[in-house]
């Protein structure tokens, strides 16, 4: 089956923002009074972990774009501002996983948690680490860890994760139990509603699964496991005209895909 048990970012190191608006036109009130804004920090006058910090978020971006080499360059340079900058041993960690080095992602991760061990972030990033190289269970604790932080930006993220490794483990009504917790948090994230769409069918929940699959379309574009899934869906209900609907998406949208070429197969 092609459906993927691993998707989304592996982390939330950058996280944006979005402003709410009203679509009613509405009487604009007065202007406030202008507010004088501090000057840009002159580079001279930042501090070391200042400077560090900028630098992270850098990596972090780069590492996001699977421009590890750069990642790895920004590192260097944060490291010589502040070594005690806890967060950028998160990212080294999550570089050398994806270049496949484990000794130096686990040192790094370890110096991370050493130097900031309630860091929710790095907990998450370590437990996610822990997860994808053969130690799920073990994972479990660290995401329940990051998830105890009441100050934590993003639970949603360790919630799926942790859901994701519960289905690895095949504790599926541990997983269910995540990834409703995370639809509580953040209602209608499409990750969340995705991976639990995807164990709703797998446990022949066919009506569940479909209802989900309404949040995850409002990805755009929708990834092309996520349109598999909703053609299986609506393959094993019956409804032909949704299935065509689905299957025109994938081979619009990814004809070379993996989900293209299993079009014809039988869903599992």
């Known amino acids: 089956m092609r459906f993927a048990t691993v998707a989304a970012a592996l982390a939330a190191v950058l996280v944006a923002g979005c402003d709410t608006f009203s679509s009613k ?8 009074p202008a507010v004088q804004q501090p000057p840009p920090i002159k580079q001279e006058e930042a501090t070391p972990r200042y400077k560090a910090e900028l630098r992270t978020e850098l990596a972090a971006g780069y590492f996001e774009r699977g421009q590890y080499d750069v990642a ?23 570089v050398y996983a994806e270049l496949g080095d484990d000794a130096k992602a686990e040192a790094n991760f370890r110096r991370a948690l050493d130097l900031a061990p309630s860091d929710s972030e790095i907990r998450g990033n370590w ?49 269910d139990q995540y990834f409703r917790r995370a639809l509580v948090m953040k209602p209608g994230n499409p990750v969340a509603a995705y991976n639990l769409a995807l164990l709703s ?28 899934l909703g053609m299986c869906v609506e393959r094993k209900l019956g409804d032909k005209q949704a299935e065509t609907s689905y299957v025109t998406q994938i081979r619009n949208r990814y004809p070379n895909s993996a989900e293209a070429r299993a079009i014809a197969g039988n869903c599992e």
């Open 127 to 175: 437990g996610w680490y822990l997860c994808t190289h053969g130690k799920a269970r073990e994972s479990i604790a660290e995401f329940e860890a990051a998830l105890r932080n009441p100050l934590y930006k993003t639970p949603e993220i360790a919630l799926i994760n942790a859901g994701k490794c519960s289905a690895q483990i095949g504790d599926s009504a541990a997983a």
């Open 72 to 94: 790895l360059e920004e590192l260097g340079e944060a490291v010589k501002f502040d070594p005690t900058y806890p967060k950028l041993y998160s990212i080294y960690g999550l």
């Open 25 to 32: 036109k509405e009487t604009a009130p007065p202007p406030a």
């Open 201 to 228: 069918y797998r446990e022949n929940k066919l009506e569940q699964s479909r209802a989900l699959m309404r949040f995850v379309m409002t990805q755009n574009p929708p990834p092309p496991e996520a349109l598999y």
